[in-house]
């Protein structure tokens, strides 16, 4: 989590850059932070120090995508509000089922079946941050794809999954 996360957060600060660039201060920070936090977690096997630096990392991004949506491109407000919105909803559903482990437990043995599965919240936390994970990405190649000047089209593949599509902007 924490070695993808700073792959995000490097795309997000990189991608109004030219190509071919790169830029060796911000790379080394990032392996210099994964390195320090794989460290330290495995010397205090502490997850809440994990937690928190992951964290560290989303915040970043969030900030860095607000942003993107208020200041560069705000037509994409949309992509970016619901990436982070499905990411959220995951990451409540998880603390709620870190909160009420037990109640919820009980709660499972006494309805039936198909309602005890839809109350696997730690299980949500991996589908609904996977998306809004892809969805992010999304976001990310729309944002570079418009500065490098490539039009980035959103199509569905079979009517509901996103992807993006890329044609280079005719010169005239």
Not at 60 to 84: F, M
Request: charged share 15%; aromatic share 20%; hydrophobic share 50%.
């Amino acid at each position: 989590m924490i070695y993808s996360c700073c792959i995000f957060v490097y795309c997000m600060f990189e991608c109004f850059k030219m190509k071919n660039s790169v830029n060796y201060h911000l790379l080394f920070i990032l392996v210099l932070f994964s390195l320090i936090v794989t460290t330290v977690y495995l010397k205090v096997k502490e997850p809440i120090f994990h937690q928190v630096m992951y964290g560290m990392l989303v915040f970043t991004l969030v900030l860095r995508s607000i942003y993107i949506v208020t200041w560069v491109y705000p037509w994409l407000r949309g992509l970016g509000y619901t990436s982070l919105g499905i990411f959220l909803m995951g990451f409540l559903l998880w603390n709620i089922d870190n909160i009420f482990c037990d109640s919820l437990r009980n709660f499972r043995k006494k309805v039936p079946p198909i309602i005890g599965v839809a109350t696997q919240f730690h299980a949500w936390w991996h589908i609904l941050t996977g998306l809004g994970s892809y969805l992010h990405i999304l976001f990310s190649l729309y944002t570079r794809t418009l500065y490098l000047r490539y039009r980035p089209k959103v199509k569905f593949l079979f009517g509901i999954w996103p992807v993006i599509l890329f044609e280079p902007l005719r010169k005239h």
